[in-house]
């Protein structure tokens, strides 16, 4: 796929409960697409509730909607952008040549920008005996160091001393070894977002959590626990499986946890929009969607734009 041509990537983003899921499903049926989920934690198994992975959706009209990078990965341990870029270049080439529309749905802020900036990203292995010599130096030592290795382009980089290090044990690993090569496929990438009014995504999110919790999402953790998967483990999932752990580990009370878990979501929702408009200004163009419209109408809107683009136009019916 080493041409001039530009590959077509449509990516649909938002914040949690915002309709996401259900839009891409609608456009994929419309479009002659397949999603590719762009989700951290909807890649582990026998995570279902908990991490949203609303498969009711990616059923219209008796048509299964193909989706990828769904249950992939064993509950209990751990992915990065790292895998998922890895994993994103392994299955959009196999869509593209089944004349399928890739369409890349998710909140993950991160995962979709690894994806539409070509984050250049190397599996950088842990250095024990560096990272024990930093330990000692102060946060103003570790930021000169890392400035002599690379330029200071994340503040979110040098706010604490795990990132530094870290960021330095990766600089220095690249001068040694080199930068991975830059990917072949270049993607002309039409972007939309789901924009929900504060208080009707905040009604969204409560009600989704009620929902969840009645459909057994408790349970979900407590199997999960009798797996063999440990508490920290899942706590390390964060928000529903670290609410859930700990109310079943006797530290919350049921009240207490379903209190902690709906206040954290909607601080989540609001770092997943920050995110999102932190990629605005940095040049990535957002086409806003009312998320209160239905998926049907918001469709239209996605098709009407990509009729516009030889690189769409020829997904669709």
Same mark, same amino acid.
């Given at each position: 796929?080493?041409?001039? @041509?530009?590959? &077509?990537?449509?990516?649909?983003?938002?914040?949690?409960?915002?309709?996401?899921?259900?839009?891409?499903?609608?456009?994929?049926?419309?479009?002659?697409?397949?999603?590719?989920?762009?989700?951290?934690?909807?890649? %582990?198994? +026998?995570?279902?509730?908990?991490?949203?992975?609303?498969?009711? +959706?990616?059923?219209?009209?008796?048509?299964?909607?193909?989706?990828?990078?769904?249950?992939?990965?064993?509950?209990?341990?751990?992915?990065?952008?790292?895998?998922?870029?890895? +994993?994103?270049? #392994?299955?959009?080439?196999?869509?593209?040549? @089944?004349?399928? !529309? &890739?369409? !890349?749905?998710?909140?993950?802020?991160?995962?979709?920008?690894?994806?539409?900036?070509?984050?250049?990203?190397?599996?950088?292995?842990?250095? &024990?005996? !560096? #990272?024990?010599?930093?330990? $000692?130096?102060?946060?103003?030592?570790?930021?000169?160091?890392?400035?002599?290795?690379?330029?200071?382009?994340?503040?979110?980089?040098?706010?604490?001393?795990?990132?530094?290090?870290?960021?330095?044990?990766?600089?220095?690993?690249?001068?040694?070894?080199?930068?991975? &090569?830059?990917? $072949?496929?270049?993607?002309?990438?039409?972007?939309?977002?789901?924009?929900?009014?504060?208080?009707?995504?905040?009604?969204?999110?409560?009600?989704?959590?009620?929902?969840?919790?009645?459909?057994?999402?408790?349970?979900?953790?407590?199997?999960?626990?009798?797996?063999?998967?440990?508490?920290?483990?899942?706590?390390?999932?964060?928000?529903?499986?670290?609410?859930?752990?700990?109310?079943?580990?006797?530290?919350?009370? %049921?009240?207490?946890?379903?209190?902690?878990?709906?206040?954290?979501?909607?601080?989540?929702?609001?770092?997943?929009?920050?995110?999102?408009?932190?990629?605005?200004?940095?040049?990535?163009?957002?086409?806003?969607?009312?998320?209160? $419209?239905?998926?049907?109408?918001?469709?239209?809107?996605?098709? +009407?734009?990509?009729?516009?683009?030889?690189?769409?136009?020829?997904?669709?019916?």
């Amino acid at each position: 796929m080493s041409d001039h @041509r530009r590959y &077509p990537l449509l990516v649909i983003l938002g914040p949690t409960a915002s309709g996401k899921t259900a839009l891409a499903a609608n456009i994929a049926f419309k479009c002659r697409g397949e999603v590719i989920s762009a989700d951290s934690r909807q890649v %582990y198994r +026998d995570m279902n509730l908990g991490t949203g992975k609303d498969y009711a +959706d990616y059923l219209i009209e008796d048509h299964a909607i193909p989706v990828h990078l769904l249950d992939i990965v064993p509950a209990g341990e751990k992915y990065n952008v790292f895998e998922f870029q890895k +994993d994103f270049w #392994r299955i959009y080439p196999e869509i593209y040549y @089944r004349n399928n !529309l &890739p369409i !890349l749905c998710g909140g993950s802020g991160l995962y979709i920008d690894a994806v539409i900036h070509d984050y250049q990203l190397v599996q950088v292995p842990i250095n &024990p005996e !560096l #990272r024990k010599n930093l330990e $000692e130096k102060s946060i103003d030592e570790l930021v000169a160091i890392l400035s002599k290795l690379r330029k200071l382009h994340n503040k979110s980089d040098i706010s604490e001393k795990k990132r530094l290090i870290r960021a330095i044990e990766i600089a220095m690993y690249e001068m040694e070894y080199g930068q991975p &090569p830059e990917q $072949e496929i270049k993607l002309k990438t039409i972007v939309f977002g789901m924009q929900t009014e504060l208080n009707f995504r905040r009604k969204k999110i409560t009600s989704r959590l009620h929902s969840r919790l009645k459909a057994g999402m408790v349970d979900e953790v407590k199997a999960l626990l009798n797996k063999g998967i440990t508490a920290d483990q899942l706590i390390y999932y964060g928000l529903e499986y670290k609410f859930i752990t700990q109310y079943i580990s006797g530290m919350l009370k %049921y009240e207490e946890m379903v209190s902690l878990l709906n206040i954290a979501i909607h601080q989540f929702a609001k770092r997943q929009m920050t995110w999102f408009r932190k990629m605005e200004k940095e040049g990535t163009e957002i086409h806003w969607l009312d998320a209160t $419209e239905s998926p049907l109408n918001n469709t239209e809107i996605v098709i +009407d734009l990509l009729r516009k683009h030889d690189e769409f136009s020829g997904f669709l019916y």
